[in-house]
């Protein structure tokens, strides 16, 4: 069985950072129903850039290990209107095609967007050489605002010029999975790869920007005045969500 990797980010502000200025960027998940594929139910990365109404797009990040390695990407094209929200997805998991349709609605108390998807051909399984997983047939899924908190506040102070993150921790904690991107970068190029700065698994609660630690990468030097975007996702060590949030900052 594949060990999921999931890739999340979250962004950080507190008293004597400055913020940047709220985009229309969401960031949540995705979840595979565990009912449907039992074998290894996958939670991954979503992004979508969803104006008050109209057309947009996004991006969503296949969890699985994956036979080539790298990291495996999806679009996401969709419709908002009056808080309702449906559109189609589509992508390529080790050279398998898979697409299907999702559809949710904005939640007002915790104003964020949910709903769920379908994969259209079904469940489907995948094979190569030295590893054999499926991809499910339905799920679920959650984004929410930035700077917009969902069950974690995230706190940031800078000594010497290096940020540093602090965000709620949990009880039966798997793991944090946090991402770093460059705001402007992912606004115009929509493309996740190119604009992330740093991210990574961790199980603490604090982390300091570019700490080597782990398996954690190396990270991309920040730019003074330049705006980011952090969002972190707690993983329960029984496959749960305990936790998502991200916030934009301004690096100093």
């Known amino acids: 069985m594949n060990k999921p990797i999931i890739l999340l980010v979250c962004f950080i ?13 969401w960031f949540g998940y995705y979840q595979e129903d565990a009912g449907n ?11 979508l850039h969803i104006p008050n109404n109209g057309e947009f797009s996004g991006e969503l990040i296949f ?3 994956g036979c080539e390695g790298g990291m495996q990407r999806g679009r996401v094209s969709g419709q908002v209107n009056e808080n309702v929200i449906s559109g189609n997805w589509s992508g390529t998991v080790d050279n398998v095609a898979v697409a299907g349709g999702y559809s949710g ?12 998807y379908i994969n259209s051909e079904g469940k489907k399984k995948i094979e190569c050489d030295w590893l054999t997983y499926y991809v499910a047939g339905k799920g679920t899924w959650q984004v929410y605002g930035s700077n917009e908190p969902f069950s974690i506040n995230i706190d ?9 993150f602090n965000w709620t921790d949990f009880d039966d904690l798997e793991t944090f999975r946090f991402v770093i991107v460059d ?5 115009e190029q929509q493309d996740l790869e190119q604009c992330m700065v740093w991210n990574g698994e961790y199980v603490f609660s604090d982390l300091e920007y570019g700490m080597e630690y782990g398996d954690l990468p190396p990270s991309r030097p920040l730019i003074i005045g330049k705006n980011y975007l952090i969002h972190v996702l707690a993983y329960g060590e029984n496959g749960s969500i305990l936790g998502s949030a991200s916030k934009e900052f301004i690096h100093q």
């Open 13 to 25: 502000s507190c008293f004597g950072v400055m913020q940047a200025q709220s985009s229309s960027l």
């Open 37 to 47: 594929n039992p074998e290894d139910p996958m939670i991954g990365l979503v992004y």
């Open 63 to 65: 969890s699985y290990q």
């Open 105 to 116: 609605q904005m939640d007002l108390s915790t104003k964020g967007y949910s709903g769920i």
């Open 156 to 164: 940031i102070s800078y000594e010497e010029g290096i940020p540093f």
């Open 183 to 187: 705001l402007e970068c992912l606004i």
